[in-house]
């Protein structure tokens, strides 16, 4: 049996230059901010704010497994953040 190194490798790296290009599943966030600002006399005013980050917890694919070695080959793997909210008050003087 004779190997063609040559070949293989030139196969590999095709292969490698393929899987490189492949960017991934998209990502879709929606964020979303309300404030209310209520003024305290002349000078000093309080201001409360919610902000949420994927406000729809649409669920965002992380990575895609291109190892063609790899039993989970073309699987998601992995998942980014889920939908997270923060609270804030600022006391303005």
């Known amino acids: 049996m004779v190997q063609h190194r040559g070949l293989h490798a030139a196969r590999a790296l095709v292969w490698n ?3 490189q290009l ?5 990502t879709i966030q929606n964020n979303m901010s309300l404030s209310r600002t209520m003024q305290l006399g002349e000078t000093r005013s309080m201001e409360f704010r919610a902000t949420a980050s994927n406000v ?3 669920v965002q694919y ?3 497994d291109t190892n063609a ?9 992995s998942a980014a953040s889920m939908r997270a909210f923060q609270f804030t008050a600022r006391f303005r003087f």
């Open 17 to 19: 230059g393929f899987a």
């Open 22 to 26: 492949d960017p991934g599943p998209g």
């Open 56 to 58: 729809f917890n649409t």
């Open 62 to 64: 992380a990575g895609v």
């Open 69 to 77: 070695a790899s039993p989970t080959f073309g699987q998601v793997t």
